[in-house]
Every structure is written in structure tokens, then in C-alpha cells.
């Protein structure tokens, strides 16, 4: 028997094979961490990408915030089953890409699935550490980034509070994403104003 026997995998008509066990072992390196190690890991990367998301989406991501925050059950309910969906996608991606489809089909699925739940779940800690800063009267993006990633980081002390938060915030962090993305460009947006023709000059 071979080393590679001893994994579970998934052989391809062409007798390729993709260790399983790879993503298995990231888990349990995660996993064997301490409560105080998984803290600060999440609240790190958070803030992190928060800042850089920020950064770098300075008109989706505020207005996704926004959106979070305006109706966070109309959010939620839209996002879990979008969460689902994306989800589900993203490991049939991963499946794919130990067949011959897996450049084609199994790459894009894969690195867009991996990329949005991430970002959109950062948006929704953003958003819920905002609500929380404007109680005390600051209402600052800088200021929900932070208490977001604090949010983050104190759900490490527990894998069960992490996987019941990254499913919440991600579900309110992918619903209010869509509803943006959804209503962007609509005559319902408060600045954008329809002229009558008999009007215009």
C-alpha cells in the first residue's frame, strides 16, 4: 500500500488524486490552538481585512454597512440561504478541481466563493461593532472596525461561539451584500432624483 492510500481522496479518470486530508489538517491546527491564541488570531485578521476591505471597496463596503444596520432581520433572512448557496458552491468547486473540469469549473468557484463569504462576513462584523459604538454616541467606521474585530477575536474562546458567529454575522454580512448589489442603480436610492422630460432643459 502506498502513502497516499492512506488519505482519503478522489481519483479522476486520469488517476490523479486530491488529499482531503489538507484541509482536515488546517482544521485541527486551528483547532489545537488555545483560547487565547484563536482570540487574537481572529481579532488580527479582522481588523486586518476590514481595514483593507474598506480601503479598497470605499463605496460598496460603506453602503453595505449601512445596509446591515438599517434592517438586520431583512439582511439575515436573505443572507442565510445566499450563505448556503455560496457555500455549497465553493465545495463543489473544490471537488471539481480533482477532475478534468477542475481548471475551468473548480478554480473560479473556489477563489469567488473564497473570497466573498470572507469579505462579506467582515462587513457584517463591522456592522454590528458600529451599532454598538453608536449606543455610546460613535457612530465612526474606524471605531465599528475595531470593536468588530474585539467582537471576533472574544468568539475565539470558543470553536462553538466561532462557528455560531460566522454563521450569523456571515448570513447578515452576505444578505445585506446582496440587497446592495441588488438595489444599486435604483430610482429608490435618496440622492438620485427622476427629472420629467417636460422638465429637463
Avoid at 489538507?22 to 491564541?37: C, S
Avoid at 473556489?110 to 470572507?118: H, L, S
Avoid at 454616541?137 to 474585539?150: M, P, Q
Amino acid at each position: 500500500m502506498r502513502p497516499l492510500d492512506l488519505y482519503p481522496f478522489i481519483k479522476t479518470e486520469f488517476g490523479s488524486a486530491i488529499p482531503l486530508a489538507v484541509a482536515e489538517g488546517r482544521f485541527e491546527t486551528y483547532q489545537a490552538l488555545t483560547g487565547l491564541e484563536r482570540a487574537g488570531l481572529q481579532f488580527g485578521v479582522t481588523l486586518v481585512a476590514a481595514l483593507v476591505v474598506l480601503g479598497l471597496l470605499q463605496e460598496y463596503g460603506p453602503r453595505t454597512v449601512s445596509k446591515a444596520r438599517q434592517s438586520p432581520v431583512i439582511s439575515s433572512c436573505i443572507g442565510l440561504p445566499s450563505l448556503l448557496v455560496v457555500v455549497g458552491l465553493t465545495s463543489a468547486g473544490y471537488v471539481f478541481i480533482g477532475t478534468s473540469l477542475g481548471t475551468f469549473f473548480g478554480v473560479p468557484m473556489v477563489v469567488v466563493g473564497g473570497t466573498i463569504v470572507p469579505v462579506l462576513t467582515v462587513l457584517g462584523f463591522v456592522a454590528i461593532g458600529r451599532s454598538l459604538a453608536a449606543q455610546f454616541g460613535r457612530d465612526r467606521l474606524w471605531i465599528g472596525a475595531v470593536i468588530g474585530s474585539v467582537l471576533a477575536g472574544l468568539v475565539g474562546f470558543s470553536l462553538l461561539a466561532t462557528a455560531a458567529a460566522a454563521v450569523l454575522v456571515g448570513a447578515l454580512g452576505v444578505g445585506a451584500g446582496v440587497r446592495v448589489i441588488v438595489g444599486s442603480g435604483s430610482a429608490s436610492r435618496p440622492d438620485e432624483r427622476t427629472v420629467p422630460p417636460a422638465n429637463k432643459i
